[in-house]
């Protein structure tokens, strides 16, 4: 915003010269919003992980996933493992469903639907997505302007010179969407957490209406 303002001025009117910055913020945010994910998630998982005396901190569709991998070596109760043998093995389930969903993913597709899958395998957060409303913003709006801007990173990333033109207040808006998204996503966390551990791991946020 601050280059745009020097380009091409604060005042109103038609601006010159600045497709290329609006375009290239439209990456950067959505680039943003793909690497905020991924480490909510993975901070989420590494919280729990650390302050569990018990395997059962995770919801049980998380362990039995985690199992699955251990069940084929053979063993029978893969959850009474020695000492803290159950860490090892849900420690190896999240470099597995990082490998999954983020190193050979989609992950560079931050949509609600792989932001469920992520978040749903790895810490046990359900339906993360259907959270995404706030006042005057539907949760069927609010994922489909997460799509809108997804497609729109994709189409500048392919064909940057014949892309439909993109605007300051574009970038504006979308910005204010990744912040209250984030800001949702954030809480929900922290309060699953809360309710499977007992302990709160990071203060929550606002963002306008939005918490």
């Known amino acids: 915003m601050d280059i745009h303002k020097a380009v091409a001025g604060a005042g109103a009117g038609r601006k010159r010269d600045v497709q290329v910055l609006n375009k290239s913020a439209i990456i950067i945010t959505l680039a943003c919003w793909e690497a905020y994910v ?3 998630a993975k901070n989420a998982f590494e919280h729990m992980i650390n302050v569990a005396e018990s ?20 063993s029978l109760d893969v959850w009474s493992l020695a ?7 849900l420690s190896a ?29 790895l810490v046990g957060l359900t339906s993360a997505s259907r959270e995404f409303y706030w006042p005057g913003m539907s949760n069927d709006r609010a994922k489909l302007k997460l799509q809108d801007l997804i497609e729109l990173r994709g189409e500048i990333a392919h064909r940057v010179e014949s892309s439909s033109p ?3 207040k574009d970038v504006e808006a979308y910005l204010k969407l990744i912040k209250r998204l984030g800001t949702i ?3 929900r966390t922290v309060a699953l957490i809360y309710a499977r551990t007992n302990t709160i791991p990071w203060r929550r946020y606002r963002h306008g209406k939005t918490r």
């Open 166 to 168: 993109v605007y300051k």
């Open 83 to 89: 000492d803290d043998g159950w860490k090892s093995a």
């Open 185 to 187: 996503l954030h809480n």
């Open 55 to 74: 395997p059962s901190v995770f919801p049980e569709h998380v362990l039995a996933i985690a199992g699955k991998r251990i069940t084929k070596s053979g």
């Open 38 to 40: 991924e480490d909510l």
């Open 93 to 121: 389930h999240k470099d597995e469903i990082l490998n999954k969903y983020v190193v050979k993913g989609s992950f560079n597709t931050p949509s609600c639907d792989n932001i469920d899958k992520l978040f749903s395998e």
